[in-house]
């Protein structure tokens, strides 16, 4: 019985492993610099994303709502300090706002359509998502981290605004216009686009 016992206690410790397979397998973390898989993401400040910010409501005081939308997408926040991250958020969200319902589709179609589409909307989809976990979380009561008050628009849709104390009503109000818009990203660019954004280790 005593050679039942250390026989078993041997076998569940992790003394009896003396050789590193890791180092063995070519494929392993161990043989090669993990950091190398992934290209090197530019850093952008707060003040690039404020730059942004100034040209894109150019663009839409000119009617160019496309080039806006083309613009926060090219050049997403994937490096970059928290309020850079939030800030590039709102530019994202303030001209998803400006687009008419109607011209939703036509504009994710030819978005899609030209060279590096759909990378676009792909980011566009990772920017609805974070949208929607901080609306989410803000109708569950913790601090919202994107602005949550909502107000009607000629647009069709809702202007998201700041306002402490946000009621549940404007906080599904801000979620509809952004599963509105994944909707329609769906309808253009397929399931797929999900997939490749839940997998992707970039994030907005």
Not at 59 to 70: Q, T, V
Not at 178 to 203: F, N, P, Q, Y
């Amino acid at each position: 019985m005593s050679i039942i016992r250390e026989h078993t206690s041997a076998t569940l410790s992790d003394a009896w492993r003396t050789i590193n397979i890791d180092a063995l397998d070519p494929d392993s973390s161990v043989n090669f610099d993990t950091a190398s898989l992934h290209p090197p993401q530019p850093e952008i400040s707060e003040a690039d994303v404020r730059q942004l910010t100034a040209q894109v409501r150019q663009l839409l005081r000119g009617g160019d709502a496309e080039g806006a939308l083309r613009g926060c997408l090219e050049t997403p926040v994937y490096n970059g300090s928290e309020q850079a991250r939030e800030a590039a958020l709102q530019t994202v969200v303030e001209v998803l706002q400006s687009i008419k319902a109607s011209e939703m589709t036509p504009m994710l179609k030819s978005v899609y359509g030209s060279p590096g589409g759909s990378e676009c909307l792909d980011v566009l989809m990772k920017y609805l998502y974070k949208g929607m976990a901080a609306t989410s979380s803000a109708s569950g009561g913790s601090a919202p981290r994107t602005p949550t008050r909502v107000t009607p628009q000629q647009t069709g849709f809702s202007q998201i605004g700041p306002r402490p104390g946000a009621s549940s009503e404007s906080t599904g109000a801000a979620m509809s216009v952004l599963l509105s818009w994944h909707e329609k990203v769906v309808e253009v660019a397929g399931l797929g686009c999900i997939g490749r954004v839940m997998t992707d280790w970039r994030r907005v």
